[in-house]
């Protein structure tokens, strides 16, 4: 009798199981650090211890690189007076890359901008407009090639402070990836704030889709299909405040010490390296368009979304079948090949 109800069953289960593959299992966890709500998703049997040890990772990479925590090895290099520190293999070789990255956007990524944002008031809230002589005496201080690094000993002269927070993220995100790579995790997605970055593609073999925000609303502009990659924004929406009718944002030019006005109010940057993509959005905002476009062709290693003060969307060619843009009344450019 058993044994017959079960052959009954089997018979209605296997032409299911014939046409839809189980689901892989999804291990998520949502966590509070680095100032943002990340959640980390991984899909699979390795998925529930993965996605703990990244967490983990994550807690671990927060407390070496805060620029505010008294106990973080960036914090110590600010406070040392000038004289080198020893540092994690982690922050040396973030800090290496990160002054590479500086040096190669002429300097529109700078990871010593700190003293010029928190005399804005982005580090507390408490918002200011600070005056021309106050920015003038704090981008003194201003410079990323007065950060010294040899091998793991770091050091800034008195005065001077590093800031990791433009590059943070996507470090974070790549070394996550990375251990769940190694722990048998073929699909995940990791949502950092504004950083999405992606593991190999859905578990069921299709591109993930990332939606770009809206900087003026709470929908979206278009989506993004992609497998293996950062999706990284920066956004002039994410932290701002306003006075006097003006509004000012965290993004900076290093070169006036004001929040950029390049044209652009959202950057996204896709590459293969979280650090380079998040590198990049900050840098690609305080460049513009124009310079944003130069900078691509010289390079071509990563593709980007750009969206002007105008509602204009300026996309590189490479996006041409992977972004569609949401809705309509928005002006699509696609920059040249050549
Ligand atoms: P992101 O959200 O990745 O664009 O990083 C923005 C954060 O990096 C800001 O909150 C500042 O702390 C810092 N920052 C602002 N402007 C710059 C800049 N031009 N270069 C490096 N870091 C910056
Ligand atoms: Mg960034």
Redesign the pocket.
Known sequence: MKKRLCTALLSVLLPLSACAAPAAEEHSQLLLAMDTVMTVTAYGPEGEEAVQAACGRIRELESLLS?TDPDSEVYAVNHSGGAPVEVSADTAALTARALEL?ADTA????????P??RAWG??TGDYRVPGEEELTALLERVDYRQVKLEAERLSVPEGVEL?L???A??YTGDQVCALLEQAGVTSAKLEL???VQLLGSKPDGSLWRVAVRDPEGEGYVGIVEAADRAV????GY??FFEEGGETYW?????ASGRP?RSGLVS?TVMARSGVTA??L???L??MGREKAEEYWHARRDFECILIGADGTVTITPGLRDSFTLAGEGRTLEIWDET
Not at 232 to 235: D, Q, R
Not at 250 to 254: A, K, L, S
């Open positions: 620029v500086c300097g529109a990524l700078d990871v010593t901008v700190y010029v944002v982005f580090t800031d927070g433009a590059v993220k996507g704030g504004g950083n990284i924004t920066s956004g994410e932290r965290h993004i900076i030019d290093p950029a950057v998040d590198a959005s900050t840098a905002f305080v």
